[in-house]
Every structure is written in structure tokens, then in C-alpha cells.
């Protein structure tokens, strides 16, 4: 049992877990924000687009409810669902998937700022350039093609005479 609280308790104090956790409670947060974004600002004006459509309430009922004359229509999705009919409720599945799209857009657009954002932070931040390349301290004999000290005056494989020039 104390292996096991060991271990627990290992991998609970990661810092991998904590930043999930800490990511899923501000994912939670943010949702509300989002959900609020569509639901008060944007669907009133795709509303507006469709003549006052309320995708949520559209259905189909498959079958009627047990007791129910035929030809029975119901006035919304939740008096049907009350009544015990089966419905097929595309508008909600269209409603969550208008939901979903917006959520990815925004998500998208913020990451692309907070990305521009901490991209000036790191050109601001950036490290100096580079030291340049030390100096080179031996050369190529140009007639064995052995390295030699740059200093030298014949190369000490062939014992060719390399002059100052060469």
C-alpha cells in the first residue's frame, strides 16, 4: 500500500498533470465564455439570416407516441419528447455542430494571437548572435593533403617545402 501511495503521489505532483488540470478547469471556464460568444451574439444574427429559424427545435417524429391519433403534430421538440414520441432532432445536432465550428474558430484566433504576442516577446528576448568561428590554427598540405600546423614551413608527412605563401 505504501508502494502505491508513492507512486500516487509521484505522479500527481508532476508538473505534466497539474498543467492539465489547471487546463481542463480554464477549458471549463473559457466554454461559458464561448457558449455565451454564440448563443447571445452570433446566433441572433444567423437568426436574422434565416427569418428567425430556431435550428434547436427542428425534428421529425418517426413514430407517435402509445394512445396518440395519427396525423398528431407537436407544436415543439419538447412537448414531443414529453409526450414519449421518437423523434429524429437534426436542429439540435446542427445547433451543436454551429457550436462546435465557432468554438474551433475562436480557439484558432486566439491561438494565432497569443502566438504573435509571445513571438515579439521572443524577438525582443532573442539571444545575441553567435560568436563567430575561432580562427583556424592548421591548413592543407597542398601536396600529400595531410593536415598541418597552420605555422608550418614543410609538412611533416611528405616533407615537401610549403614556402610562407602556400
Do not use: W
Not at 14 to 29: S, T
Not at 113 to 128: Q, Y
Request: glycine share 6%.
Amino acid at each position: 500500500m505504501k508502494k502505491f501511495a508513492s507512486e500516487f503521489k509521484t505522479f500527481i505532483t508532476r508538473g505534466n498533470v497539474m498543467d492539465l488540470a489547471i487546463g481542463v478547469i480554464i477549458g471549463a471556464a473559457f466554454q461559458a465564455i464561448v457558449n455565451s460568444f454564440v448563443n447571445d451574439l452570433v446566433m441572433p444574427f444567423i437568426g436574422l439570416a434565416t427569418r428567425g429559424v430556431n435550428f434547436s427545435e427542428q425534428f421529425v417524429v418517426l413514430k407517435l407516441a402509445d394512445g396518440v391519433a395519427e396525423g398528431t403534430t407537436y407544436p415543439s421538440l419538447a412537448l414531443a419528447r414529453e409526450a414519449g414520441a421518437t423523434v429524429f432532432a437534426y436542429g439540435s445536432f446542427i445547433t451543436a455542430v454551429v457550436n462546435f465550428l465557432l468554438m474551433a474558430f475562436i480557439i484558432f484566433i486566439m491561438v494565432k494571437i497569443v502566438n504573435r504576442i509571445s513571438g515579439l516577446t521572443k524577438k525582443e528576448k532573442a539571444a545575441p548572435a553567435p560568436a563567430p568561428a575561432p580562427a583556424p590554427t592548421t591548413k592543407i598540405c597542398p601536396y600529400c593533403r595531410s593536415e598541418i600546423a597552420l605555422e608550418a614551413t614543410r609538412c611533416p608527412h611528405c616533407t615537401s617545402e610549403l614556402g610562407e605563401n602556400k
